[in-house]
């Protein structure tokens, strides 16, 4: 089972150790100065986020995180047959089952890429072992998604046939975390750990995570099954062994 989300703001609380109240009676006060569960990451609450925001447009900072690509299989086929309302309902619910998975693990939803999305685990909000945080988000995506994608065959004829699912990529290792870009400025993750994570993605088929060897030895064998398999990935000249989750 999921975790629950925290009632008070956990990036206040590691940071500053002052409970701020996220939920409940004694967040009403906090809601009345416009302190609220952040969109980021509803575990933490929007003093952090404008905090957050600030520190990122002064300077990038390495950071040791997990990132999570998940992708929105047969979602550009079914854009061709189905109405607009009808994509566009499918587009939302894939990036709510995803949203309430990666928040449930504490991960923040950094970004909503067309059909697909990417997150970061262990940043700002530090966790124990991210890399296990992510594999278990991911595993709850996949859940979410292929119970909603029953319910949605339910509903649509339309999507009877479809390759419909979900294909998961994850890496975890040092990036830098900022504010990239001049005419458009963009908070986000780079660097090598990002990229292999997003080429994962690509490679993991329908109802697939696939998680490099660092996100295996730091997740542990109860999470990462079976032995690698060696992937020749988009943009990267070695193979890298990627492992089923």
Known sequence: MAPVQARICKGCWQQLHIPVPL???ASVPFRAFGIR???MNPNTCTFCEL????IMKARKIPVDVSVLFADLRGYTALSQSLTPDAVSALLDAFYDECATAIWDYDGLLNKTIGDSVMAIF???IQL???AESAVRAAREIQR???ARRKTLLAENGGLEGSELGVGIGIDAGTASFG???RAHRDLTAIGPVVNTAARAQAAAGTGEILVTGTVCERAGQDLVRGEGRDYHLKGIETPVQLFAA
């Open 23 to 25: 939920r409940g009676p």
């Open 37 to 39: 569960p952040s969109r």
């Open 51 to 54: 905090m957050f925001t600030r």
């Open 122 to 124: 262990g940043f700002p």
């Open 128 to 130: 124990p072992n991210h």
């Open 144 to 146: 979410r998604c292929e």
């Open 179 to 181: 504010e990239f870009g």
